[in-house]
Nanobody, 126 residues
Framework: VQLQASGGGLVQAGDSLTLSCAAS????????MGWFRQDPGQEREFVAG????????YYADSVKGRFTISGTDTKNAIYLRMNSLKPEDTAVYYC????????????????????WGPGTQVTVSS
């Protein structure tokens, strides 16, 4: 299963951007999909996730209220609407998918996700 993210770019602080991600394998059914990000020299961190059962969504505290994750489970496609972008949001953003739904305490953990896309760069200038 390959994931392909798109929509990154260079924007100014306060602008909005929407990232998209879709899985290549139509027969694959992810239980959970999410977005992570990584700044050079930093560890990759969780940003937002969505579990199709119940359509529950969850966010990192740093993006709550500014970012919105959505998607279509039948297409294994997710989106990340990012509003009020800040320079500290600058990072490579990765899309990820999990075959099985993680337990509650692990849904923000990288190890819960089985497939990863190559990432898309988001740069926010001040």
């Amino acid at each position: 299963v390959q994931l392909q993210a798109s929509g990154g770019g260079l924007v100014q602080a306060g602008d909005s951007l929407t990232l998209s991600c879709a899985a290549s394998e139509r027969t694959f059914r992810a239980a959970t999909m999410g977005w992570f990000r990584q700044d050079p020299g930093q560890e990759r961190e969780f940003v937002a996730g969505i579990t199709w059962a119940g359509r529950s969504t969850y966010y990192a505290d740093s993006v709550k209220g500014r970012f919105t994750i959505s998607g279509t489970d039948t297409k294994n496609a997710i989106y990340l609407r990012m509003n009020s972008l800040k320079p500290e949001d600058t990072a490579v953003y990765y899309c990820a998918a999990a075959k099985n739904r993680p337990i509650l305490s692990m849904r923000r953990a990288e190890s819960s996700y089985d497939y990863w896309g190559p990432g898309t760069q988001v740069t926010v200038s001040s």
